[in-house]
């Protein structure tokens, strides 16, 4: 019996997970897919919004000022790579400056420290490539950019080292109360997890799971928004995250760093009935390069080294819906956690960790460990640091990704740790081996080979992403 | 810090080639730095024949070529480090390399020949809509799971582009048991060698759709099928020419990018047509002492051509080296293009430095049939070539003599031309 089981690892079940592994616990975190984010948390803007866009008053305001602070110091507790280089509203139509005077009121009101407005020539002073048709923007400083990736392995890896299970390839289909007031969590293979609580984190299907235990319905509609990501070599073309200010343009799409060197442009906005509908259409990248022309013009799209969608949980009435179900207490929701839920999380995660240790009547865990250090990034060792790590494991001298630069002990490593990587798209999404401009023709069958050797499995168990997603198929004229 | 006097990045065969005439000009300083855990590069895993006709005038298979020049390399000596990756070159020719024993090291050359080749143009570059599972692979990576490793990436495939890699694998997959249904092409003429077209698909009945392209990817964990269409003349899918193959794999041919990620860092100029770098009559890049060949300096068709460029920038480095290779730039002249070819190498050329013969390459930039290809020294033709078919798969070459230079002391422009008459 569990004192609590989280479904979903994707960055707000992993968040909880983390927080409450803060109190003695007994707890789980079940996901149906191979891997911790591996579905919105993955596919995303990978900014950290200042908070001046939710609405005054909402959970998704206080919830995303309140993560966006807390990320500066979360960043250098958990070691993964975080970047405030601020944002900017760019606003392009003299009448819709009212618009953005009423943005940063909002912001204001939200608590979002910073703010100001500045003019065309200031804005043309932070981003030499701002449209021409930019009058103004709403300049946060606050606003910030980081790996989703690697917030959310960092958050479950430091879940786990405190004492929280993971299961993977575990599928929810059924959750049932017993008399008793626990739960009986069933899984589609038919196993069985018991548990006082449970928290529904399961992202765009998390209207499901809030239904079974609830009369008060939601409905998530996925929303799909298609990204590109742009090479190395446009570093610097924009400094900050542009937004656009919505208005006769629609909702525009951002052109921002990425805190590894690369431009993301993006997102679309498409209300789509899949929950697992990640595909990219011709349709929505020309939408994303034509919109990225309305805030900084020349945008290098053309320099595109992987285009990709994701599905935010859009819960139909646009909010977070937070805290326990009150027809079955023990039963808790972390549901409708789209934009600004990636900013939110850590706040989400403290929060609904409280709530819950509260209920249960947990203690604070005094052996707790709040930090971790993360996959040593060679890349930024000096050369003597370098050579340190090489001669105390050659393994960092041998480069294997060489778009990314990076090196076998850092793939090695991404094996070994806690919640570990069993897949090629888990050992991308944890040191970016395959990231890279080639997109893994190079290295992927390097990756396989270690993958196979440190798991002890052949080359072809191994998977891109789980499940069915072998790269291998058979041997040579094995039908032959 | 290490000293040597020619440090050559790729132990492919555009480095081989260069260390072997290095060696014969008589540099004996020589070190080549390979990525790989053997020298020869992206030949060993092309284990079809037809490489080495122009070189060794027999028929090879792609290691066997390797060998060739690997076995040289050995024979004279020259040292070379493997699994050695190269991770800057600095504009004071420092290049600094990586390893498991050595660390990370530093060494001085007085000269630089780039020979890093190519990388296969990416799916996310190409912008394919669609699912992203597992069963995409650009071809060489396929190749390299079929020929090295002896594994079957995938049973039924689909192949977008026709680059030779994709031709060639259309044959391999098949030979290894796969069946492959059609080879898509986007543009109205192949990205490949005429013969690999005949050899490779004609010869197992293979169909190549030309002015095709893929329009869709099926499948959320592993590809369950391709949707590709007929596109217009601005390379838009035509609604309603919509063909569904169902597959378990999508090969990618669709070009090849000369990977000059550490010569664009150490400053050096690069050509936005072929994304090699620019050079003169040497083979010299922006930066004197630095040289550049083979796949790197623009994607040849035939190993051959890699090679026998490759030992020209060997000897000028040597010459480099011993200061016998000028560099004054004030008779450089530039060379032009004029009715069909999209570049030139070299992009300049100093007379007074040039060799005897020097070969001029270049691609042009759609099918031409019954043209001339005239080289012309200000307003005087020099050369005179008729060509039946050129097409943008296969490289031309023109071959320009010291001698034509002789009438013409002060020349300003080499152009060449693709002509009716």
Known sequence: MYDVVIIGAGVTGCAIARYLSRYQVNACVIEKDEDVCTGTSKANSAIVHAGFDAANG??????????????????????????????????????????????????????????????????????????????????????????????????????????????????????????????????????????????????????????????????????????????????????????????????????????????????????????????????????VIEKSAIAVKDVPTRQ???????????????????????????????????????????????????????KLGLEKDPTFVGVRKGIVKAEELSKEERNELIKANPAYGQIICRCESISEGEIIDAIRRPVGAKSLDGIKRRVRAGMGRCQAGFCSPRVIEILARELGVEQSEITKSGGDSKIIVGVVKDRI | MENYNIVIIGGGPAGLAAAVAAYDAGERSILILERDSQLGGILNQCIHNGFGLHTFKEELTGPEYAKRYADQVVERNIEYRLNTMVMDISKDKVVTAMNRTDGMFDIQAKAVILAMGCRERSRGALNIPGYRPAGIYSAGTAQRLVNIEGYMPGRKVVILGSGDIGLIMARRMTLEGAEVQVVAELMPYSG?????????????????????????IEGKERVTGITIAEVDSRNKPIPGTEEHYECDTLLLSCGLLPENELSRNAGVEISRITNGPTVNESLETSIPGVFAAGNVLHVHDLVDFVSEEAAAAGRNAVAFVNGELAQDTEGEIALTVEGGPRYTVPSTIDPKKMTDQLTVRFRVGSVMKNKWVNVYIDDEKVIRKKRQVMAPGEMEEVVLKKSMFENHADAKRISIRVEEA
């Open chain 2, 192 to 216: 490949g060698l005429k013969r690999n077209i005949v050899q490779c698909l004609n010869d197992f009945n293979i169909p190549l759709k030309l002015s095709h392209t893929v329009v869709d």
């Open chain 1, 304 to 358: 595109t080294i992987t285009s990709f969608a994701g599905l935010r949980a859009h819960e139909v009435s646009h909010e977070f819906v937070l805290g326990e179900v009150a027809e079955n207490p023990g039963y808790f929701d972390a549901a409708g956690i789209e934009s600004p839920g990636l900013s939110s999380s850590p706040a989400i995660g403290e929060y609904m960790s409280d709530l819950i240790a509260e």
């Open chain 1, 58 to 287: 909402s959970l998704m305001a206080k919830f995303n000022v309140k993560g966006s602070e807390m990320m500066p110091a979360l960043s250098k507790e958990l070691d993964f790579p975080y970047d405030m280089c601020g944002s900017l509203v760019v606003c392009v139509a003299e009448e819709e400056l009212p618009k953005l005077q009423a943005l940063y009121e909002n912001g204001v009101k939200n608590g979002v420290k910073g703010l100001e407005i500045v003019d065309r020539a200031k804005l043309l002073e932070m981003e030499p490539n701002i449209s021409d048709a930019a009058v103004a923007a709403l300049w946060a400083p606050t606003g910030a950019i980081v790996c989703p990736f690697n917030l959310t392995i960092a958050l479950a890896e430091n879940a786990a080292v405190n004492g929280v299970e993971f299961k993977f390839n575990t599928e929810v289909a059924n959750i049932e109360k017993q008399a008793d007031g626990t739960f009986k969590v069933i899984a589609k293979d038919g196993t069985v997890i018991e548990s006082k609580a449970v928290v529904n984190a399961a992202g765009v299907y998390s209207d499901v799971f809030h239904n079974m235990m609830s009369e008060k319905k939601i409905q998530i509609v996925p929303r799909k928004g298609e990204y590109l990501l742009l090479d190395h070599n446009t570093d610097g073309f924009v400094k900050h995250t542009v937004f656009q200010l919505p208005g006769k343009y629609g909702k525009g799409v951002l052109v921002s760093p990425t805190v590894h060197r690369n431009t993301i442009v993006g997102p679309t906005a498409t209300d789509i009935d899949d929950p697992e509908g990640t595909n990219t259409t011709a349709e929505g990248l020309q939408e």
